[in-house]
Structures are given as C-alpha cells and as structure tokens.
C-alpha cells in the first residue's frame, strides 16, 4: 500500500467513523460479561446467531449451576445436551471442556484476568490458544472485557468494509481487522464494530441493501456500480 493510498485510506475510515457515530450515536464502552463467560459465549457462537448462541450459554451454566469445575469435570453428553441450541454440539463441548482445563491447569482456577495485562498481540496468542478461538473470538473477548485496542471482525463488518472500499474484496477476516487497526486508533474500535454491525442489519444488509438511503453511501465504492458485485455479500 502506498502512503498516498494508506493517508487516502485513513482520512476515509476517520469520515466513515464519524458519519456512523453522528447516525447511531457513539456507544460507549461498557464491560460485558466476565471475561470467561463471554470466551464460552463467543466459542458457542461459530456458525450460529446470537440468540442460539445465548440460549445454548444459558442453559449450560442452569444445567450446571454456574460452577465451572463440574463443567470441566461433567460427561460430554451432559454438556452437549445443554448447549444444542448453538448447533455443532460434536465440536463445541469438547472444546470447552478443554478450554477449561487448560486454564485451570495454568491458573488454578477459572479466571482470564491475568489476560488484562497483557500486550495485544500476546494477549491474541494466548487466547487463541485454546480449541474453537480464532482471531474474532479472541478479539470479542479483549475489546468487550477490557477494552483492549483488537477489532473484531464478523460477517457485517467483513461485508461493509469491502463494500465501503476500505478492504479489498476477496481479504478475509484477519485481513479486514488489520487493515482497520492500521488506519483508526484503539479508542475507536468499539464503537466502530458496535456502529458497523448495527449498519449490518438495519441498512448494509446482505441481500437488497439499502444503499438510497445509506448514510455513507457517499463513501461506498458499492454503491452506484451496475452489475453484479462479486465480492462479499
């Protein structure tokens, strides 16, 4: 990327940031669930909504009586029972019963605290150490527990920002978040992947997106192009 395109780029993400934060408001950060609650959360939410994932979440910890240890320590079929409604129960529920092992193992005990204090990109490293946590789980985590300088990209960021432009068409989700984190400041992300997914459902959609009355549509590459787009969504 040249600094011409790399300066060109910036100026548009900072209009982009404000224009959303002008439309929606600015959210404003606030912690979300514990920190280990959200890892099991965001683990429970790979190829699923937010409704199933927080469903399966909910009766995992009823089922249990939020006691992590007899989690760790419970049969698999129990464990898959409770989290069915986020599907790929088979994957998931050995992934969590491993996650909880090896924090346990270093630890002692449940707690990611200790994540707070790490570098960024340690702090990545660590978390995506444990099975079923990628880059987005592992970013969901940190900028929504600690709002610690990671951008997490789903499919309605991945989306707009190949249709704004901002990232090329065919990057994937590790490219997207990179290219993001080099053009805005830390202290933006939470708002931007709050506002962004927000523009996702209302406005940007998938199919029919509503680019006439998008109130970036002065920013878009997508919007005006005839034929068919061939990048993602």
Same mark, same amino acid.
């Given at each position: 990327?040249?600094?011409?395109?790399? =300066?060109?780029?910036?100026?548009?993400?900072?209009?982009?940031?404000?224009?959303?934060?002008?439309?929606? /408001?600015?959210?404003?950060?606030?912690?979300?669930?514990?920190?280990? /609650?959200?890892? *099991?959360? $965001?683990?429970?939410?790979?190829? $699923?909504?937010?409704?199933?994932?927080?469903?399966?979440?909910?009766?995992?910890?009823?089922?249990?009586?939020?006691?992590?240890?007899? *989690?760790?320590?419970?049969?698999?079929?129990?464990?898959?029972?409770?989290?069915?409604?986020?599907?790929?129960?088979?994957?998931?529920?050995?992934? *969590?019963? %491993?996650?909880?092992?090896? *924090?346990?193992?270093?630890?002692?005990?449940?707690?990611?605290?200790?994540?707070?204090?790490?570098?960024?990109? !340690?702090?990545?490293?660590?978390? $995506? %150490?444990?099975?079923? =946590?990628?880059?987005?789980?592992?970013? &969901?985590? +940190?900028?929504? @527990?600690?709002?610690?300088?990671?951008?997490?990209?789903?499919?309605? =960021?991945? %989306?707009?920002?190949?249709?704004?432009?901002?990232?090329?068409?065919?990057?994937?989700?590790?490219?997207?978040? %990179?290219?993001? !984190?080099?053009?805005?400041?830390?202290?933006?992300?939470?708002?931007?992947? &709050?506002?962004?997914?927000?523009?996702?459902?209302? &406005? @940007?959609?998938?199919?029919?997106?509503? @680019? !006439?009355? @998008?109130?970036?549509?002065? +920013?878009?590459?997508?919007?005006?192009?005839?034929?068919e787009w061939e990048g993602k969504g």
């Amino acid at each position: 990327m040249s600094e011409r395109t790399h =300066v060109d780029l910036q100026r548009k993400a900072e209009q982009i940031y404000a224009r959303l934060n002008q439309v929606y /408001d600015e959210p404003v950060w606030r912690p979300h669930r514990p920190p280990m /609650d959200q890892l *099991i959360v $965001t683990i429970l939410s790979a190829n $699923t909504n937010d409704v199933n994932s927080g469903r399966a979440f909910r009766q995992l910890m009823e089922r249990f009586d939020d006691d992590w240890d007899a *989690i760790r320590t419970a049969p698999l079929e129990e464990i898959k029972i409770a989290i069915r409604p986020a599907g790929m129960y088979n994957q998931k529920a050995p992934h *969590i019963v %491993r996650t909880l092992e090896m *924090i346990y193992d270093e630890q002692g005990g449940y707690s990611l605290d200790h994540v707070a204090e790490m570098p960024v990109e !340690e702090a990545l490293a660590y978390l $995506t %150490r444990f099975p079923g =946590v990628g880059h987005k789980t592992a970013s &969901i985590v +940190l900028l929504f @527990c600690f709002n610690t300088g990671s951008f997490p990209v789903d499919t309605h =960021v991945q %989306r707009i920002s190949q249709r704004l432009g901002v990232a090329p068409r065919k990057s994937n989700p590790e490219q997207v978040k %990179r290219i993001w !984190e080099s053009l805005l400041p830390p202290e933006t992300y939470y708002a931007l992947h &709050i506002n962004l997914i927000r523009h996702g459902r209302e &406005i @940007c959609r998938s199919r029919a997106p509503k @680019c !006439e009355v @998008c109130p970036i549509n002065g +920013l878009c590459d997508y919007y005006g192009r005839s034929g068919e787009w061939e990048g993602k969504g």
